[in-house]
């Protein structure tokens, strides 16, 4: 029972890639996950580091495992470092607290996976992931609102 | 010989989850331990993200695991971070230092086990722990008085 | 998008633990998952061993992780062992490829999670999983039929 | 220096997933890493289990980890088997000595990255893997013939 298909997450990346071609970005990575913290789809582009799919896979799967955007989780690992220590570690490693994870929403406003970009300065990545999810049809939730 | 028995926890969650229904948490995750740190029961209510049932299982462990509730755990925390770093994975990753860790004892004060709740501000997830606990006729101790 | 509630998982659970009493089965730990392999709910009855809820998770994740019912599971480790050793590094110990990992499936046939159980011996672990699932009723897929 | 490109990769995932459509496979999961044995790209199919992806990395990661093809290795994984336990642990969990690894070499002969694929049974997930590399104008180094 997947709501999330192969055919929305490929075009979420080269919808990414596009962009990041288009605005100029190093050489970025986007990793596409399901509501399960699974990989869909993953590439990484030439000269993009050896550690950016681990990094783009940690910044999706750590908005899924807690259920708020990448903004959102920044702001809280500003607050309370010594708690978000202890996540890289009860998360055995899965999660990068920072801009460039968001959710991908349906259109009921359900969580079915997240995008993770890593490559570029946060700003930039978040835009990209962004850029992707809304050209294929999907809401986007970076955690800006979120309180 | 377990002191802490399933019937127990039973209770525990379901009043804790009462709770929370009615002061309108977001979804929780609710898990409780015996005094070895192993689970005995835990539930995970719709909608709660897919890393709180390690961080729920971690605020209950972290307390077990120093013998002090988790408002004093997160009082050291900050004064001394670096040691809840290396706590972090001494640990292997098994405990979280914040509120909502609350131990359980029994008529004669002893620790019976713990009780561990993820998912809203961790004040809120406290108020829904000391609560479960109570309704079982235990007593909850989330380190207020510990100096 | 949770298709597996927390209502549904209780059922099975509850559904599983009386038929292990009418049936006169050791202490059972039984573990609920959800499709991408993370825990809804779970008991441990009293005086069951403090390593049950990771064996009782670890039947269920496995038989998410490949697709495939524990019976299935435990045909192919018995014929190709190499691989089954990998495999256990390779899914980081969350997988126990023997029957009492069973498949849970919707109306449609889709898996929607598994139920893991660990207690007593393999096949009286399987029938009390079965038995609750069927209980609430949904579909338990146990690997029997497949190739 | 990377001798070995997202477009190249890209096609042979392409390739291989048309292939497994039209021989009626199992959901795939298909990777390719590079030289170093870091991902380039992966699609996994609608359907296709959530430990699928480390398995295709696995497979993919020991034909480069030993600089042998799937089939050598699953041939001395019969023949050693204690040695390939160890390798699991040295590996870290890296490696699965099963055919669905295939080498991917260049005009010259050079190892330029390999291609793992999970879904099927090994020989029919080996098929795809050799269709989608020679369809990207690379050759398919499957172990067959390597003693």
Redesign the interface.
């Known amino acids: 029972?997947?709501?999330f298909?192969?055919d929305q997450?490929?075009r979420i990346i080269d919808a990414a890639l596009d962009k990041a071609r288009e605005t100029g970005c190093m050489p970025l990575t986007v990793a596409v996950l399901?509501?399960?913290?699974?990989?869909?789809?993953?590439?990484?582009?030439?000269?993009s580091g050896?550690l950016r799919?681990q990094i783009a896979q940690a910044k999706a799967w750590g908005v899924?495992?807690?259920?708020?955007g990448g903004r959102a989780l920044a702001a809280r690992a500003a607050a309370?470092?010594?708690?978000f220590?202890?996540?890289?570690?009860?998360?055995?490693g899965?999660?990068a607290p920072v801009a460039g994870g968001v959710l991908v929403r349906?259109s009921?406003g359900?969580?079915?996976g997240a995008v993770g970009i890593s490559g570029d300065v946060s700003d930039k990545d978040e835009v990209c992931a962004v850029h992707g999810i809304e050209s294929a049809g999907l809401k986007a939730d970076t955690g800006l609102e979120t309180p």
């Open positions: 029972m997947q709501a298909t192969l997450a490929d399901d509501a399960g913290g699974h990989l869909l789809a993953l590439k990484r582009e030439d000269g050896i799919p899924l495992g807690m259920g708020l309370v470092p010594a708690f220590t202890a996540l890289s570690s009860i998360s055995e899965r999660m349906n009921n359900d969580v079915i």
